[in-house]
């Protein structure tokens, strides 16, 4: 059953619904059978939507071929839909709404691919999204009744905190009475809060605050009798207002003119509760002054040389629209230190977010662009210096905030010159009566950083299409994938205990060198004839996991091993590799009978005749390259070149003896594997060194492949290789051998 989870003090709401696999009947999950079928989900007469944000979903039978995309379409009256819009885990593309109006929105899955067999299972879905909330700001006392019980109070200020001494609440009742009050607070411009906590003197006054980055608080006032008023509510104690140009004060409050009795501050007398602002003891007559005193419209008349808004505000607007003809356009990605990548004893941060990014208009100084010539000196290359771009404050806060500034490790990107830069430095620029306009912002050549991260997909897939095919590490992508696969994490070198290729090993494994001159060619192999003769699965030998079950037309694959057939009769089979399914008949397998090496390839048969057959109790190696590209297929068997096995180790040179080949046409296909696994069959025969490839092998390295134990270099194309080992079993102890309980 579909659940709609709100919660109107944090401002979000959740739509959700989840399936169990093994449910029947009406509880059970829905099911896509066929490419286009669609489930849709439909939420009806939401209230005070402001956006959906997130989305995430999970599914069973996902293959390369078989997937599902996922859409959403609204509606304000249920009647009339947007078009179907692609739904994102991180969804920027929601349609602005009104918040008092109802929504409704559909969600969709539809499952995509060419395959037609197999079915996917929808097992959960989760749409997060924010509400509107009820916020004040404070400019205006806040009055609490039946009818409005509940207010979110928001102070319009931004503050470094560096200390909290005191609290003090100004209102017409008693906290934990007439009403009580939480707050919850962030430090990193609201992606991360904290939990909603009582507001006691005891709560805040032992928090962890980082003095280095800025404040936000809300408190969540609750009525609890029938009325109250809430004038102000005051953290005392050493801060700095960001929003006020970093004034310094005593005194964290809502209201702009701030009152505090416990400061003795005054700052709006109309603004304390009747009981306060009538006491005759608040005008104490020994401290009036005997000097005449100004009026109001006295101190109006009075000569301020150091207020000059207007032409700051001139200056100002000068600047801004200057900016705004005469400005280059960037994208900004703002970024935000980590807190948890904060490293105290250095005092510097090493993690960091970029959380947002914002198209707005920056000036050159002097219109110099960098030129693109390299400085070289004795301690560093430099391809240019750093330049200056001047950043308007108005643009700034437009675009991000007014709490937001820019910062080292921030950068942008020049639309018009088409590349990307860091922030070196920053500083607010103050010429003209000591007022700063614009900040002056250091610039040089971008780096991308592992330590920096975009917050969500969406901005980090904007970042990615702006900077794609800009690095080597993209440029050279694929070949650095290959050549790490060439020495690391190869899964032939993984340890014994682990079964990252085989699924199961029914055949017995048996210790036997197989050597080609100074060369170990292997030292263990597969005894086929160990288990029942047959083709059934059954009567698999040896069975694989994780195999690659997709081939498109132009990938080209081969395959190799080693083998030994015990008692050679014509008309067996001798099975050396199946990844067939018989049902669509894809795939390719690999038998010997009749004296052919037959090669199945979807349904293509391709053989190499064995005009002498094969010698009994001889160890062969058999190569086969399909060449999708070429259209050919070429079959190779070769063997040491001896004529008594037990020579092989006195041999002078490693080179095999080639004994048959041939290369027959073919036709491109698509492979695609859905329900069976790869395979060896029992036979009267030992197999070792079986490896796939994603790629030919070509002649000329046939000697070198077939005598390698381990693959080296060319691991990096391999899809698996088996060299028939031992798997170690070890003993399993238990936690406490002395408690007879935990005992095996």
Not at 202 to 213: A, D, K, Q, V
Not at 288 to 315: C, G, H, M, R, W
Request: net charge negative.
């Amino acid at each position: 059953m579909y659940q709609i989870s709100r919660n109107t003090t944090d401002g979000t709401i959740t739509l959700s619904d989840s399936w169990s696999i093994s449910a029947t009947g009406s509880s059970a999950a829905p099911q896509l059978l066929q490419p286009d079928d669609e489930f849709v989900f439909s939420y009806i007469e939401l209230e005070g939507v402001e956006k959906f944000k997130t989305f995430t979903y999970d599914y069973l039978g996902r293959t390369e071929n078989r997937f599902v995309e996922t859409f959403y379409r609204i509606s304000r009256d249920g009647q009339s839909y947007t078009n179907w819009l692609t739904l994102a885990p991180s969804i920027g593309n929601f349609p602005p709404i009104n918040p008092s109006n109802q929504l409704w929105i559909d969600i969709k899955f539809v499952r995509k691919g060419t395959s037609t067999v197999g079915s996917i299972k929808i097992l959960e879905y989760s749409i997060n999204g924010t509400l509107e909330r009820n916020i004040v700001q404070g400019d205006q006392p806040i009055t609490l009744t039946p009818d409005e019980s509940t207010f979110i109070l928001k102070p319009p200020f931004i503050y470094k905190v560096f200390k909290i001494t005191d609290i003090e609440i100004i209102s017409s009742g008693e906290i934990d009475v007439d009403y009580t009050i939480k707050y919850r607070f962030s430090q990193d411009y609201g992606r991360t809060v904290s939990q909603w906590e009582y507001f006691t003197k005891e709560n805040i006054t032992s928090l962890r605050i980082t003095p280095i980055r800025f404040f936000q608080i809300e408190y969540l006032i609750e009525l609890s009798s029938s009325s109250a008023k809430i004038y102000d509510i005051n953290l005392i104690g050493d801060f700095q207002n960001v929003s006020k140009d970093y004034f310094k004060t005593n005194l964290f409050g809502v209201r702009e003119n701030c009152n505090c009795l416990k400061l003795g501050i005054v700052g709006d007398p109309s603004s304390f509760p009747s009981q306060v602002s009538g006491d005759e003891d608040s005008s104490n007559s020994e401290n009036i002054s005997v000097l005449p005193q100004l009026t109001e419209e006295d101190k109006t008349k009075l000569f301020e040389p150091y207020k000059l808004e207007v032409a700051n505000n001139l200056l100002n607007k000068m600047s801004n629209d200057a900016n705004l003809i005469f400005g280059h356009e960037v994208t900004y990605f703002l970024t935000d230190p980590d807190r948890k990548g904060i490293d105290y004893t250095f005092h510097e941060y090493q993690l960091y977010n970029f959380v947002a990014n914002c198209n707005i208009k920056v000036s050159v100084e002097g219109n110099q662009f960098p030129e693109n010539t390299g400085v070289i000196n004795q301690f560093d290359l430099s391809l240019f210096d750093s330049f200056e771009i001047h950043i308007p404050k108005k643009v700034f806060k437009e675009a991000f905030g007014a709490d937001k500034r820019p910062s080292k490790e921030d950068f942008l990107w020049f639309c018009e010159i088409n590349k990307m830069f860091n922030v070196e430095h920053v500083h607010a620029y103050r010429q003209f009566n000591n007022y700063a306009i614009y900040y002056k912002v250091m610039l040089k050549k971008y780096r991308q950083t592992a330590n920096t991260i975009g917050v969500n997909q969406e901005i980090s897939d904007k970042l990615t299409s702006l900077t794609r095919n800009s690095t080597i590490n993209e440029l050279f992508g694929l070949e650095n994938i290959q050549d790490k696969n060439a020495i690391a994490n190869k899964e032939q070198h993984r340890p014994l205990t682990s079964e990252p290729i085989r699924l199961s090993v029914n055949a017995k494994i048996v210790k036997e060198l197989i050597e080609n001159a100074e060369i170990i060619v292997s030292k263990t192999h597969y005894d086929l004839s160990s288990i029942t003769f047959g083709l059934t699965f059954s009567n698999t030998a040896v069975s694989y996991q994780n195999m690659k079950n997709y081939f498109a037309k132009g990938t080209n694959v081969s395959f190799m091993c080693w083998f030994n057939i015990y008692n050679y009769t014509v008309n067996d089979n001798y099975n050396m590799f199946n990844y067939y399914e018989n049902s669509t008949q894809q795939g390719i397998d690999i038998t010997i009978n009749n004296d052919i090496a037959k090669v199945k390839w979807n349904d293509q048969n391709f053989g190499l005749t064995l005009s002498t057959g094969l010698e009994e109790e001889t160890w062969y190696a058999y190569l086969v390259n399909i060449d999708q590209r070429q259209r050919t297929v070429s079959q190779y068997i070769y063997k040491r070149n001896v004529s008594d096995e037990d020579d092989a180790p006195n041999l002078g040179s490693t080179i095999l003896r080639k004994v048959y080949s041939n290369k027959q046409e073919m036709e491109p296909t698509e492979i695609k594997i859905e329900n069976t696994n790869a395979k060896v069959l029992s036979g009267d025969m030992k197999i070792t060194n079986l490896r796939f490839f994603v790629d030919i092998i070509p002649e000329d390295q046939h000697n070198k492949i077939l005598n390698q134990t381990i693959i080296r270099d060319d691991a990096k194309f391999l899809i698996f290789a088996d060299n028939a080992n031992q798997r170690l079993t070890l003993p399993n102890y238990p936690l406490d051998p002395l408690d007879p309980d935990n005992m095996l």
